[in-house]
């Protein structure tokens, strides 16, 4: 038998392990050590696999294309009891030990949401509430690269589709036929399908015995109705993720509802709160290249930036990036703007997607620091974004544009987090201010951070360049930013050390 393989989290939390002590040795696939030269799918060996005269027994790393379907055992999802096998779809999926990056480290919704690799998927549905939960997932900011086709008609439309077609990279086919039937026409399907083709199968039997069939046919992942548009997706993402590749970060995306509401003063602090409060690396990123004030803010004049990255973006590499980062403490890098209009800065939208999601790979944390503009990449930055956090002032313009950001981001995102909003400046004397309950009513969203008007404060950092929580780490404004990171990171500062009576006392002397 295999190493007992290692649960995963639900599908709502997206992607990071916990741990889980019980042993999964009755779904375990373990290869064996001879092949059978029969023809069929393309399936991984198991220990059990008697009776498979039917089909050809092959290695995942087999080269040789006799197989319809390529076979992945990490697709299932099952719901274990300590007494009963129960298979219970889009709850969690099983996946075998391969090696990859400690995020023992990372709570769940720290890692940074992967994306569907530019391939071709076509989804044969018959349920209505199916197609529906595809085109959901087909508007996704994840899916965007992925090319993707929804056809009516289930198995047995797309047997008969790809009778003169070719086979696109994934299949996803549903049925609603019984167990036998079921089989049956995936065994047709997979006379027509190209080798390498994944398959995933929506079925109604919840049926661990139909799963494991299924398994050895070659079926990538089994679902059953209703699904979901996060699940799906997250199937699909971990039918193509790399072991190889790096860990991905979080982005955080700070944009203003107007100028002067303080947006990137509060990015700059709560990055700085964040990595230092939680003891964890981040990185900043200054994306208002003419004006940026991060530089400033931390005290800092890097000879190269976010600039010199968007101007050569398809030679970054994790050297390259460090070299344009300037540290600015134990914990937090920045990227900074170079902060003049020598240039024109005519970037293309695709060059700032492509160094936003590089940056992604350097820290858990990225901050971005938005512009107030409105343009191309500007919208696809913020929308590419794992969080959005909306800075405004409690006035009528304000409450107007963050209304617009709210709903755009709302529309364009359905499936994610809202927008965080934060109203700033509150409490300016002799000011008229709209009070947080309506402001929050009126946008859709009630406000998670309230910061009071505090000019001295604010003021002395800036002309110092420090952060608030250098200076007035007990402030009120301080535990405010605390208590937000808390919010955003889901997680908790680390304890502190315990200090010995012994230390104590050569301490006092």
């Known amino acids: 038998m295999s190493a007992p393989l290692k649960p995963w989290d ?95 480290a990372f709570n769940p919704g720290e890692a940074g949401e992967l994306s569907v690799p530019r391939i071709a998927i076509h989804i044969f549905c018959e349920r209505p509430d199916t197609a529906q939960a595809a085109e959901q997932a087909i508007a996704d900011r994840r899916m965007q690269r992925a090319t993707t086709v929804v056809m009516p008609g289930g198995l047995s439309a797309a047997v008969e589709y790809y009778q003169n077609q070719p086979t696109p990279s994934l299949v996803i086919v549903e049925s609603q036929d019984a167990s036998d039937v079921l089989i049956g026409l995936l065994d047709q399907l997979a006379e027509v399908c190209d080798p390498g083709t994944k398959v995933i199968v929506i079925g109604k039997a919840n049926d661990i015995s139909l799963y494991r069939q299924l398994i050895k046919r070659g079926v990538s992942e089994y679902l059953v109705p209703p699904v979901r548009p996060l699940p799906l997706i997250q199937a699909i993402t971990t039918l193509y993720l790399d072991p190889s590749a790096p860990f991905v970060g979080r982005s955080i995306a700070f944009v203003g509802a107007k100028g002067g509401v303080g947006a990137s003063t509060i990015a700059h602090n709560f990055a700085y709160s964040l990595t230092e409060f939680l003891q964890i690396n981040g990185v900043i990123v200054d994306f208002d290249l003419p004006f940026g004030t991060a530089g400033l803010d931390f005290n800092q004049d890097p000879l190269q930036g976010v600039a010199d990255a968007l101007s050569q973006p398809d030679r970054l590499d994790p050297v390259l990036l460090d070299r344009m980062m300037v540290r600015c403490s134990e914990h937090l890098s920045l990227f900074a703007a170079p902060a003049n209009l020598d240039d024109d800065y005519d970037i293309s939208a695709e060059a700032f997607e492509e160094v936003a999601s590089k940056i992604k790979t350097t820290a858990p944390y990225v901050i971005m620091d938005m512009p107030h503009i409105w343009s191309g990449w500007m919208r696809k930055v913020l929308l590419g974004a794992d969080e959005v956090v909306i800075v405004a002032t409690p006035d009528l313009a304000s409450l107007r544009n963050a209304k617009n950001i709210m709903d755009l981001v709302r529309g364009q995102r359905p499936n994610d987090q809202p927008p965080r909003l934060v109203l700033n400046q509150v409490g300016i004397p002799g000011r008229p201010e709209i009070p947080s309950k309506d402001f929050g009513e009126a946008v859709g969203a009630m406000p998670s951070m309230i910061l009071p008007f505090d000019p001295k404060l604010f003021g002395n950092a800036a002309n110092n360049g420090q952060m608030i929580y250098e200076i007035q780490a007990k402030s009120k404004t301080a535990e405010h930013l605390n208590q937000f990171v808390r919010l955003i990171s889901r997680r908790e500062p680390p304890a502190a050390p315990k200090r010995s009576l012994l230390g104590s006392l050569l301490k006092s002397k």
């Open 10 to 104: 639900s599908a709502e939390d997206i992607i990071t392990p916990q741990a889980d002590d019980l042993g999964l040795d009755a779904f375990a696939m373990t290869p064996r050590t001879e092949t059978l030269g029969v023809e069929g799918f393309a399936v991984d060996q198991l220990n059990d696999s008697a009776g498979l005269d039917a089909f050809s027994v092959a290695p995942r790393d087999d080269s040789t294309g006799l197989g319809a379907f390529s076979a992945d055992p990490r697709g299932g999802r099952l719901e274990i009891d300590p007494f009963a096998y129960e298979f219970v779809p889009e709850r969690q999926i099983i996946e075998e030990p391969r090696p990859s990056m400690d995020t023992s």
